[in-house]
């Protein structure tokens, strides 16, 4: 790791990097095993269902992650929890479906904070953001209570614009990244120079006067692998959240690509992010072989939607062929690769059950033990078993998205009905049959976009963050 130097920012340090947890009694710092292991959580910020070879890319090189989908378990109908990222991670954190998280899209229309954005190409503006609130119960939350150690690193993206909304504020132990709230944390993109520890904000000293030496994936898997090292010796979740391959796509070493004359730069820069993020998984996976600790440790990775409209979709096929993408309900925005990995215990296979991101906190929590902390009003199930060999049906249940008042969606089965427009009427897709979604059969069932309809108001509930004319 380079030399970093610290400085204060703004909130007072609680102890460094402690959150809202105290540190655990001795008694309660137990090693991992196989029936109660580690839990790694990887999560890859806007890549596409099509951007592993794994799951069909013919392009992207991507061995590590191909090589945790051939020895686990690799699911074919995921879905994230959104078509965006503090929807999607909302969703995944508190086990709620979009009717009912706290934060439904990355802007609120009422209440909140507002603050400035940082766009694409540099220019700001003020927005306005909900955030999790100290009553909100998180991943982090339920592993402590189970006596995990627990860490996020880099991305959150669920503190809008309050400084004390951070992981560490919000049930994990550690955080290191950057968050919304403050808005140079992560600044210039990918080669930052400014990075939270906690409630302190350091300099990577490496990428002063913007110098493109240490890429954020790079920064952010040393944090994760610092964090395992000391953690060795007892039970930790870690919630590893990388930027890759979001845009900008803001990274110097293409040589992966270099070959492919006839790719535009854009087209090199956002295969090298995916592959580049996949060669530092390859170094987190080596720490947990050298550290004697894999079959202990449970290893998951997802995308928190799918590929942005400035991605190379045709080119590179991101998509694999699903209609739509990011910040839409169409199968292209909110399916995402799943792969679960522990050796001993999860097979070899691919599987098609139907899961999405708000069954995440009953599983861990069912793997950690600590089932009991997870709120009653939760809207995911618990799929461990499929992690390990069981069957389990998950498709006679009703999957829920929503931009409130915009979009809509809602999966039972081999059917899904989607409007991606305000105000329109919903589109009915046989999905087992049209998983690319080309042929909208609405009007010749009629009854069954009825029922859909009816299902879709009876699964949210009201917020005064997102208020929908007409609701009381």
Known sequence: MGVIERIMWRVPVVGAVMGSQTAMAEDEMQQATPERPNIVFILADDMGYGDLACYGNRYIQTPNIDRLARTGTSFTQAYAGSGISSPSRCSLMTGKNTGNTRIRDNQCYAGGLTGLKINTNGDTTIVRRANLLQEDVTLGTVMGKAGYRTCLVNKWHLDGYDPQAA???????????????TVHSNSPYYYPYYRLHGDSLVHIKENEHDA???????ISTDDAIAFIHRNKDQRFFLFLGYDAPHEPYNID?????????DWSMNTKR???????????IGRLLGTLDALGLRENTLVVFASDNGAAVMAPIEVLNCGAGLKGRKGQLYEGGIRVPL??????????????????????????ARLAGSSEAVPSDTNGMDISPLFFGDSLDTDHRYL???????????????????????????????????????????????????????????????????????EK
Do not use: C
Request: charged content about 25%; cysteine-free; proline content about 9%.
């Open 167 to 181: 992981p560490n504020h919000r049930g994990f132990d550690e955080f290191y990244g950057w968050t919304i709230a």
């Open 212 to 218: 493109h030496v240490r890429h954020n994936t790079e």
């Open 253 to 261: 070493d293409t040589s992966w690509y270099d070959e492919h004359g």
């Open 270 to 280: 956002y295969a090298a992010l995916v592959t580049h993020m996949d060669y530092h």
């Open 339 to 364: 792969i679960v990995n522990q050796p001993g215990r999860v097979p070899a296979r691919q599987i098609s059950n139907l899961v999405y991101f708000p069954d995440f906190m009953p599983t861990l």
């Open 400 to 470: 829920y998205w929503e931009f409130p008042g915009k979009q809509r969606a809602l999966r039972y089965g081999e059917w899904k009905a989607v409007t991606v427009k305000k105000g329109a009427p919903l589109e009915l897709y046989h999905i087992s049959v049209d998983p690319n979604e080309t042929n909208n059969v609405a009007d010749a069932h009629p009854e069954m976009v009825q029922a859909f309809d009816k299902k879709m108001r009876e699964m949210r509930t009201p917020s005064p963050n997102y208020p929908i004319e007409g």
